[in-house]
């Protein structure tokens, strides 16, 4: 890779980076998402299934205030 194209690269990798919303927020997304499908009653993996119900008890645990 030439150096022009690496430096191309690396700014559009750094640009992207920026553009994302906060990861936070991308994992209240995604399990909202996986929160719906369960509801919907589509089969999950166990994996996910376990970390819904951990993310739920945090939650629980830890709510946002009013």
Excluded: C
């Excluded at 553009?19 to 993996?45: H, N, T, W």
Aim: hydrophobic share 45%; glycine share 4%.
């Amino acid at each position: 890779m030439t150096i022009r194209l690496q430096k191309t690269a690396e700014r559009v990798a750094q640009d992207r980076r920026a553009a994302y919303p906060d990861v936070g927020d991308q994992l209240d997304a995604v399990f909202k998402l996986a929160l719906a499908l369960r509801e919907a009653g589509i089969p999950l993996p166990p994996e996910t299934l376990a970390w819904l119900d951990t993310v739920a008890a945090i939650k629980r645990a830890h709510p946002k205030p009013v």
